[in-house]
DNA sequence: AACCAGACTTAGAAGCTTACTA
DNA sequence: TAGTAAGCTTCTAAGTCTGGTT
């Protein structure tokens, strides 16, 4: 099967080295370049497969799929839909879920080609499909590939018939599928797990989406966009006037990009949309290959294949091109040498010494470290050389702690009797031993692939005889790693002093570097330990064995003329090269997808923190220009070409939605997509619901499988192009089949220097918080209430991005007891307040000193008691609103921090409120450099100066 | 000019620590 | 004081996007 093809152990083994060696992978390029080929190989080998294999996708795990309705922009307006719609959606996709599960089963079983991983994958499926929303009877053929129809013979009598059907138009399609081609995975992914999890969400979220609906804001503040976009329809247009030009006939088509911009292309080419569309319609992919390759296609894809095994050499050639070099082979452009080397050793002379010299070594320099002052970077000018240091000097990386063998009293039983394992064979044992109780175990394709992965590693008479995973027995394997844990917690004190103090030490002399003189926390200075690999979603390699990284895969990158770091003891690294143009401090590659792993600093370093300041000062560029783009899309609406128009709705998405821009996949990755990889089944289309107009129902997985779901209304026209994009595509089609991120991105950069789609998210992101502080924040209120505004303010932003967690899994319980804790204190203060009225009148009526005395105190009491009511309502509030949305990721990542420095100025609330130590730290520059009047939507700073101009002077705040 | 690997950002889960409660 | 929940940190997967290669 394809997975073991992945794994580039060499059959059986003598590997009596270490994992790593047994993977290949370990020594050097050689290998490592093998296996890059290999994985090509195989993959144009699934392609063909997996044309033919039905996607059922929509592993509709899903969650929630209010949330997002109520979300930024649309949200005032959907909110008023309410409650209702959201029950009757839900019960909606329940049963479509049961619908859409037969369908695709009847589909699957069709399918006679899939691989054995596909069967396993939709077993998986099948269980949990209940929950599974409905898709039309179209979606039942769901082989999304455009490409993939071309096999007909082989494939589905129901996408049979549609192709021939539909020949002429498949074929365009099929070509367009240059992004599609992968695609063709139908790769039936089922997240079961994670579909129990989003039911759960999803319903946790529809709560709390009414909550928010009611609670987030009456006014609009959202979404910037909204009322613009809403109110510009043209007035005349029907369909039919909106003619446009689908398709640009290779050939014809010389130029295109240039094109793109000047948009409103020829009249010459008009036609009638829907007949174009027929006709025309030359997708992207026609478009980007020689006709040669068009007509090759006809019968299958093989240019894509082609294509990608003539690259293969490429890869080898690169890396080899590094390996020949010297240690320090990948040095930089000649210029860059000599400037860096300039720069290099002063600072490092100076400063190092001063501030770090000892440091690596005591653990109690941490601490003094805390008090050093902090390098205010940002305060000095950056130049703009492309360098990203002069000197670097750090210890290399941690590696992982050799394995130890279980005590021999700890048995590994094989259908009911005891065996002894090799070293390696046990080692994965204990890997897989330690997940038996996680929901990974429970999944087909987790299992297969352990077990292939892991026969891999036995020796001969090891591999004769295991060969069912279900006749292993782990238990005493896993009650060992249990009772190893429990130990671990009840630790006493002196131990757990102890191992702090060890901890610290290893974070003094691996966790620092030194760069230009500057010592700099490291982010992940230690090396991933072998395990098994837990995608997220149906990841069709989960349960594969991640080898353990050795010395010898490990490639340094330091300062020549820096302490280079020692391998451990008997082993060398890969290599040492001084690469001053990148950060990282080593690599490796990972044995799974082949992918690079980087040890990088941490957030609260200059390289991580300047390029964070860059990236909102970006997004504030983006603000200037913003009102011009969304005009400009708006009127793309209308092009006669689709491509224009494809790009002017993915980008409206992108937009007002705050969609990812949504690269290609390979096909053996989770079936996830972005805005540009929408597939047709992703959305649906209603002219008509729940009393509002043109209303699209967005459903897919997205990053991590996270479900999208989100029900918005949209401007007419961008409704009636969607329902052109969809014509005469299957469900598996892609939505946008002339478009993919790097057109996209390419047109976005003309439109303003260094514009990506991923700005508007940060825009969008950053502006939402800015404008729902505005509206939420009561300056009157106490520090308490004005935190949980803030919070609000946050969520509406992890609502617009779609940032979701799971429900704690305490949170019915830990919220009942602060409902009671509510209710209790409710009645004290009924009771008070009752006796206080008779204090009250006591008093007055005459009442003695001593009277008035016990009512003010009781008065006095009660204001304390309503208080702390108010208190404990507020963080149930909160605490509820945030059950499963997650304010971390967007606080991190999206969110200008000198918005939230400034708001904390402005209305007194201290920072720590806002931002616990970690995120202070890394937010330093803003804290520093924000004052209370900072305006997100001001004048952009102006970060850098390139060597050029030596201009001074960089912080212009707005 | 297409394409892909490399570099880096963004992401949620798991693990660990601290704070709070009974 | 133990048990639990909340909060924070670590981990590493999974995105985006660019620049170098062909």
């Given at each position: 099967?394809?997975?073991?093809?992945?794994?580039?152990?060499?059959?059986?083994?003598?590997?009596?080295?270490?994992?790593?060696?047994?993977?290949?992978?370990?020594?050097?390029?050689?290998?490592?370049?093998?296996?890059?080929?290999?994985?090509?190989r195989?993959?144009?080998?699934?392609?063909?497969?997996?044309?033919?294999?039905?996607?059922?996708?929509?592993?509709?795990?899903?969650?929630?799929?209010?949330?997002?309705?109520?979300s930024?922009?649309?949200?005032?307006?959907?909110?008023?839909?309410?409650?209702?719609?959201?029950?009757?959606?839900?019960?909606?996709?329940?049963?479509?879920?049961?619908?859409?599960?037969s369908?695709?089963?009847?589909?699957?079983?069709?399918?006679?080609?899939?691989?054995?991983?596909?069967?396993?994958?939709?077993?998986?499926?099948?269980?949990?499909?209940?929950?599974?929303?409905?898709?039309?009877?179209?979606?039942?053929?769901r082989?999304?590939d455009?490409?993939?129809?071309?096999?007909?013979?082989?494939?589905?009598?129901?996408?049979?018939?549609?192709?021939?059907?539909?020949?002429?138009?498949?074929?365009?399609?099929?070509?367009?599928?240059?992004?599609?081609?992968?695609?063709?995975?139908?790769?039936?992914?089922?997240?079961?797990?994670?579909?129990?999890?989003?039911?759960?969400?999803?319903?946790?979220?529809?709560?709390?989406?009414?909550?928010?609906?009611?609670?987030?804001?009456?006014?609009?503040?959202?979404?910037?966009?909204?009322?613009?976009?809403?109110?510009k329809?043209?007035?005349?247009?029907?369909?039919?006037?909106?003619?446009?030009?689908?398709?640009?006939p290779?050939?014809?088509?010389?130029?295109?990009?240039?094109?793109?911009?000047?948009?409103?292309?020829?009249?010459?080419?008009?036609?009638?949309?829907?007949?174009?569309?027929?006709?025309?319609?030359?997708?992207?992919?026609?478009?980007?290959?020689?006709?040669?390759?068009?007509e090759?296609?006809?019968?299958?894809?093989?240019?894509?294949?082609?294509?990608?095994?003539?690259?293969?050499?490429?890869?080898?050639?690169?890396?080899?091109?590094?390996?020949?070099?010297?240690?320090?082979?990948?040095?930089?452009?000649?210029?860059?040498?000599?400037?860096?080397?300039?720069?290099?050793?002063?600072?490092?002379?100076?400063k190092?010494?001063?501030?770090?010299?000892?440091?690596?070594?005591?653990?109690?320099?941490?601490?003094?470290?805390?008090?050093?002052?902090?390098?205010?970077?940002?305060?000095?000018?950056?130049?703009?050389?492309?360098?990203?240091?002069?000197?670097?000097?750090h210890?290399?990386?941690?590696?992982?702690?050799?394995?130890?063998?279980?005590?021999?009293?700890?048995?590994?039983?094989?259908?009911?009797?005891?065996?002894?394992?090799?070293?390696?064979?046990?080692?994965?044992?204990g890997?897989?031993?330690?997940?038996?109780?996680?929901?990974y175990?429970?999944?087909?394709?987790?299992?297969?692939?352990?077990?292939?992965?892991?026969?891999?590693?036995?020796?001969?008479?090891?591999?004769?005889?295991?060969?069912?995973?279900?006749?292993?027995?782990?238990?005493?394997?896993?009650?060992?790693?249990?009772?190893?844990?429990?130990?671990?917690?009840?630790?006493?004190?002196?131990?757990r002093?102890a191992?702090?103090?060890?901890?610290?030490?290893?974070?003094?002399?691996?966790?620092?570097?030194?760069?230009?003189?500057?010592?700099?926390?490291?982010?992940?200075f230690?090396?991933?330990?072998?395990?098994?690999?837990?995608?997220?979603?149906?990841?069709?390699?989960?349960?594969?064995?991640?080898?353990?990284?050795?010395?010898?895969?490990?490639?340094?990158?330091?300062?020549?003329?820096?302490?280079?770091?020692?391998?451990?003891?008997?082993?060398?690294?890969?290599?040492?090269?001084?690469?001053?143009?990148?950060?990282?401090?080593?690599?490796?590659?990972?044995?799974?997808?082949?992918?690079?792993?980087?040890v990088?600093?941490n957030a609260?370093?200059?390289?991580?923190?300047?390029k964070?300041?860059?990236?909102?000062?970006?997004?504030r560029?983006?603000?200037?220009?913003?009102?011009?783009?969304?005009?400009?899309?708006?009127?793309?609406?209308?092009?006669?070409?689709?491509?224009?128009?494809?790009?002017?709705?993915?980008?409206?998405?992108?937009?007002?939605?705050?969609?990812?821009?949504?690269?290609?996949?390979?096909?053996?990755?989770?079936?996830?997509?972005?805005?540009?990889?929408?597939?047709?089944?992703h959305?649906?289309?209603?002219?008509?619901?729940?009393?509002?107009?043109?209303?699209?129902i967005?459903?897919?997985?997205?990053?991590?499988?996270?479900?999208?779901?989100?029900?918005?209304?949209?401007?007419?026209?961008?409704?009636?192009?969607?329902?052109?994009?969809?014509?005469?595509?299957?469900?598996?089609?892609?939505?946008?089949?002339?478009?993919?991120?790097?057109?996209?991105?390419?047109?976005?950069?003309?439109l303003?220097d260094?514009?990506?789609?991923?700005?508007?998210?940060?825009?969008?992101?950053?502006?939402?918080?800015?404008?729902?502080?505005?509206?939420?924040?009561?300056?009157?209120?106490?520090v308490?209430a004005?935190?949980?505004?803030?919070?609000?303010?946050?969520?509406?932003?992890?609502?617009?991005?779609?940032?979701?967690?799971a429900?704690?899994?305490?949170?019915?319980?830990?919220?009942?007891?602060?409902?009671?804790?509510?209710?209790?204190?409710?009645?004290?203060?009924?009771?008070?307040?009752?006796?206080?009225?008779?204090?009250?009148?006591?008093?007055?009526?005459?009442?003695?000193?001593?009277?008035?005395?016990?009512?003010?105190?009781?008065?006095?009491?009660?204001?304390?008691?309503?208080?702390?009511l108010?208190?404990?309502?507020?963080?149930?509030?909160?605490?509820?609103?945030?059950?499963?949305?997650?304010?971390?990721?967007?606080?991190?990542?999206?969110?200008?921090?000198r918005?939230?420095?400034?708001?904390?100025?402005r209305?007194?609330?201290?920072?720590?409120k806002?931002?616990?130590?970690?995120?202070?730290?890394?937010?330093?520059?803003?804290?520093?450099?924000?004052?209370?009047?900072?305006?997100?939507?001001?004048?952009?700073?102006?970060?850098?100066?390139?060597?050029?101009?030596?201009?001074?002077?960089?912080?212009?705040?707005?």
């Amino acid at each position: 099967m394809s997975e073991m093809e992945d794994f580039n152990v060499p059959g059986d083994g003598g590997e009596a080295i270490s994992n790593g060696m047994t993977n290949g992978i370990s020594n050097g390029t050689s290998e490592h370049r093998e296996h890059k080929e290999h994985k090509h190989r195989h993959k144009d080998k699934e392609r063909d497969k997996d044309r033919h294999r039905d996607k059922d996708r929509h592993k509709s795990s899903h969650k929630d799929k209010d949330r997002h309705s109520s979300s930024h922009k649309s949200s005032h307006k959907d909110k008023e839909q309410g409650d209702k719609d959201r029950h009757k959606d839900k019960e909606r996709s329940d049963k479509d879920k049961h619908r859409e599960r037969s369908d695709r089963d009847k589909h699957r079983d069709k399918d006679k080609e899939r691989s054995d991983k596909d069967k396993h994958r939709d077993k998986d499926k099948d269980r949990h499909r209940d929950k599974d929303k409905e898709r039309s009877d179209k979606d039942k053929s769901r082989d999304k590939d455009k490409d993939r129809h071309r096999d007909d013979k082989r494939h589905s009598s129901s996408s049979g018939e549609k192709k021939d059907r539909d020949k002429d138009r498949d074929k365009d399609r099929r070509s367009s599928s240059h992004k599609s081609s992968h695609r063709d995975k139908d790769k039936d992914r089922h997240r079961d797990r994670d579909k129990d999890k989003e039911r759960s969400r999803d319903k946790d979220r529809e709560r709390e989406k009414v909550k928010l609906e009611v609670k987030v804001e009456p006014e609009p503040v959202l979404q910037p966009m909204e009322e613009e976009m809403i109110v510009k329809e043209e007035p005349v247009e029907s369909e039919e006037e909106d003619k446009l030009v689908i398709s640009e006939p290779v050939k014809e088509e010389p130029v295109e990009e240039e094109e793109e911009e000047e948009e409103v292309p020829v009249v010459s080419k008009e036609e009638p949309l829907e007949e174009e569309m027929e006709e025309d319609d030359v997708p992207l992919f026609n478009r980007m290959y020689t006709k040669q390759e068009e007509e090759e296609d006809e019968d299958d894809d093989k240019p894509l294949a082609v294509r990608r095994k003539v690259k293969e050499p490429k890869e080898k050639k690169r890396k080899k091109m590094k390996e020949d070099d010297d240690d320090y082979g990948d040095f930089k452009p000649e210029k860059k040498r000599i400037k860096k080397e300039k720069k290099e050793k002063k600072p490092k002379a100076v400063k190092f010494t001063s501030a770090h010299r000892a440091e690596p070594i005591s653990p109690s320099k941490k601490t003094k470290k805390e008090e050093e002052p902090v390098w205010k970077w940002w305060e000095e000018t950056k130049r703009d050389d492309g360098l990203k240091w002069h000197f670097l000097e750090h210890k290399g990386p941690m590696m992982a702690e050799n394995y130890k063998r279980l005590p021999s009293n700890v048995k590994f039983y094989y259908n009911g009797e005891t065996m002894e394992l090799s070293d390696l064979t046990e080692e994965a044992a204990g890997f897989y031993a330690r997940m038996i109780e996680h929901d990974y175990t429970t999944k087909p394709v987790f299992n297969s692939n352990f077990m292939s992965d892991w026969r891999k590693l036995m020796t001969p008479k090891e591999k004769e005889k295991i060969t069912d995973l279900k006749k292993c027995d782990f238990r005493r394997i896993h009650a060992f790693y249990v009772q190893q844990n429990e130990e671990r917690k009840n630790r006493s004190k002196d131990e757990r002093k102890a191992l702090k103090e060890t901890n610290e030490a290893l974070i003094a002399e691996y966790g620092w570097c030194n760069i230009d003189g500057h010592k700099q926390r490291i982010g992940n200075f230690k090396i991933e330990p072998p395990g098994l690999f837990r995608g997220r979603g149906e990841h069709p390699k989960q349960g594969m064995i991640k080898k353990r990284i050795m010395p010898e895969d490990v490639i340094i990158n330091c300062s020549k003329d820096s302490a280079v770091p020692k391998p451990p003891a008997g082993h060398r690294w890969k290599e040492v090269r001084a690469d001053n143009t990148v950060t990282w401090l080593a690599c490796w590659t990972e044995n799974i997808q082949s992918q690079t792993k980087y040890v990088m600093l941490n957030a609260a370093s200059k390289l991580k923190g300047e390029k964070d300041w860059q990236k909102y000062e970006t997004a504030r560029r983006l603000h200037k220009v913003v009102d011009r783009i969304r005009e400009q899309y708006r009127l793309d609406f209308k092009s006669k070409e689709m491509r224009i128009r494809q790009r002017a709705v993915a980008l409206y998405f992108i937009d007002k939605l705050a969609l990812r821009a949504g690269n290609e996949k390979d096909e053996d990755q989770a079936d996830t997509v972005g805005c540009c990889s929408l597939r047709v089944e992703h959305l649906q289309l209603y002219e008509q619901k729940n009393g509002k107009e043109y209303v699209v129902i967005f459903d897919f997985l997205g990053k991590d499988s996270i479900r999208y779901y989100n029900e918005v209304a949209v401007e007419k026209r961008v409704f009636k192009n969607l329902q052109l994009f969809k014509e005469n595509k299957e469900p598996g089609n892609d939505l946008f089949d002339r478009l993919n991120t790097q057109i996209l991105n390419k047109h976005l950069n003309e439109l303003m220097d260094g514009l990506t789609a991923k700005v508007f998210r940060t825009y969008n992101a950053s502006r939402t918080l800015q404008e729902q502080l505005e509206l939420l924040t009561n300056s009157d209120d106490p520090v308490i209430a004005k935190v949980l505004q803030y919070n609000r303010a946050n969520r509406a932003v992890a609502l617009l991005c779609n940032h979701q967690r799971a429900a704690p899994k305490t949170f019915d319980k830990s919220m009942a007891t602060l409902q009671k804790k509510i209710d209790d204190k409710r009645d004290l203060v009924e009771e008070a307040e009752r006796e206080c009225k008779q204090l009250k009148k006591a008093a007055k009526s005459g009442g003695s000193q001593k009277e008035k005395i016990a009512y003010e105190k009781k008065k006095k009491a009660l204001d304390r008691l309503r208080e702390q009511l108010e208190k404990l309502e507020l963080s149930a509030t909160d605490k509820e609103e945030n059950k499963t949305i997650a304010l971390g990721t967007s606080k991190l990542n999206y969110l200008d921090p000198r918005i939230s420095v400034a708001w904390c100025k402005r209305y007194d609330v201290p920072i720590e409120k806002v931002y616990n130590k970690t995120q202070r730290s890394k937010f330093q520059w803003a804290i520093d450099m924000a004052t209370a009047d900072y305006n997100f939507m001001g004048e952009p700073m102006n970060i850098s100066r390139s060597n050029d101009d030596d201009g001074e002077e960089e912080e212009e705040e707005e």
